[in-house]
């Protein structure tokens, strides 16, 4: 085992530094993680020198707890290792689960990723007995206190939650899904927002404070209508990032699965949809970073968290509010989230033909000269304007053939993006034979 003692010949470290290097070390350690896991959040790859910190800090904490006056304290080591890695993959599961297909385990201690700091207590205590080390008793005391601070305000966070009544297809939906029997439905799969008290089943819906429910969880592997709390949020938040962008006089227009509702579902959002897609270019004055300044500035001045990526041009907007740094890295934790991702499309020719392109791939859009994806600028510019949730808003100009470039025959409901299980299921349901 590579140690301290091995590479700088020490033999004996006081206990009064070992236990708060390690615990720092831990500190640092746990933020660097929190850190790495919103490029999963976003379905991007991470950037290796990320990957690489982490482990630097990984191998470093470990080296500290090796040290003992005997020897490397290989047990010591050991239980940190498992202890730490437990507690990091649990934590990762969260933002694993908003991924595609990931595997029961994961779904499973995903559910309960809100407190683990129930489960790592008796675990803590049980390790404090085993290895009497400085650093490694630091470590699970470190792990102890985030992990309970982090329950604590999760559970001050769902108090801010507000009861709604469920009715109509969300409840419909709810019912054939759990086969009649909602009460067991919620117990075995964790949905805590469902309250059912005699015959009435009520939502406790989400708010800006609360953190939104973890849609994409019930929609996809559950086959539920995203809960209207969430849906209602996401609906207000793009009319807002449209009316910023139009004032700030930016040429944008509703994109994927937000464009579909507002064709296929008479100006609405499509009942699982988790997300809300818009697409802007840059032309008129507007730069990259006019874009990022500007917008930031005004959702800044409504409270709301706003992330940019110039490399894969994407702005992201939160329906929460940004908070300073390092409990901000803690959204990363969080099984649901409601955004807006705005999306760049350049301008640009492509085979002889003006297109608009975007780094990404998104549907079907075919791949572009320069390896990007896009579709002919005639389909897009200058956009035209449809209804969203009874007001007005900027589509592109062929919006049945922009549909058909992004997901082909798009009238006919698609359920790839549920569970086979819970597809079945839901298509009866939707036909009325459940
Ligand atoms: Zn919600």
Redesign the pocket.
């Known amino acids: 085992m590579l140690s301290l003692s091995s590479i700088f010949g020490v033999d004996e470290v006081p206990a009064v530094v070992q236990g708060p290097v390690a615990a720092l070390l831990y500190l640092c350690l746990y933020l660097a993680f929190l850190n790495l896991l919103r490029h999963v959040r976003n379905w991007h790859a991470v950037p290796p020198v990320e990957s690489i910190g982490v482990a630097i800090l990984g191998v470093a904490l470990l080296s500290v707890v090796s040290l003992s006056p005997g020897g490397a304290d290989l047990t010591a080591v050991a239980v940190c290792a498992v202890f730490v890695g437990g507690i990091l993959f649990t934590i990762a599961t969260a933002s694993i689960t908003l991924l595609d297909s990931p595997l029961r385990l994961i779904t499973t201690l995903a559910k309960h990723a809100d407190h683990i700091g129930l489960w790592v207590l008796p675990v803590a205590e049980g390790a404090w007995f085993v290895a009497a080390n400085p650093g490694l008793r630091a470590v699970l005391l470190s792990a102890m206190a985030v992990e309970l601070a982090w329950c604590l305000r999760r559970r001050r966070a769902d108090r801010r939650r507000l009861l709604r009544p469920l009715d109509g297809s969300d409840l419909a939906v709810i019912e054939g899904q759990a086969e009649g029997d909602i009460k067991s439905f919620a117990r075995k799969h964790n949905v805590g927002e469902l309250v059912i008290a005699g015959d009435t089943v009520s939502w406790l819906?989400?708010t800006k404070e609360s953190g939104?429910?973890p849609?994409y969880f019930y929609t996809s592997r559950l086959g539920i209508n995203t809960?209207s709390?969430?849906r209602e949020?996401l609906g207000a938040l793009c009319l807002l990032v449209a009316d910023c962008l139009t004032e700030m006089g930016v040429v944008h227009w509703m994109d994927g699965g937000t464009l579909l509702g507002i064709v296929r579902q008479d100006g609405n959002l499509l009942a699982w949809d988790d997300d809300v897609d818009i697409a802007f270019t840059l032309d008129g004055g507007h730069s990259w970073d006019t874009v990022v300044a500007e917008l930031g500035r005004r959702l800044a001045g409504a409270g709301l968290l706003m992330t940019s990526t110039r490399k894969e041009g994407v702005i992201c907007v939160f329906n929460e509010s940004p908070r300073t740094w390092p409990l901000g890295l803690e959204r990363n934790r969080l099984r649901g989230e409601l955004r807006v991702d705005l999306v760049l499309y350049r301008l640009a020719a492509s085979r002889g033909q003006s297109v608009v392109e975007r780094t990404g791939p998104k549907g079907d859009l075919e791949r572009t000269e320069s390896g990007a994806y896009g579709l002919p600028e005639n389909l897009v510019l200058p956009p035209a304007t449809d209804t969203f949730l009874g007001k007005e808003i900027s589509v592109p100009r062929d919006a049945d053939a922009y549909l058909r470039r992004l997901y082909g025959d798009y009238g006919e409901i698609r359920y790839s993006y549920m569970d086979a299980g819970v597809a079945e299921r839901r298509r009866r349901i939707n036909s009325d034979e459940i």
Request: charged residues 0%; neutral net charge.
């Open positions: 819906g989400c939104a429910c849609g809960p709390c969430c949020h």
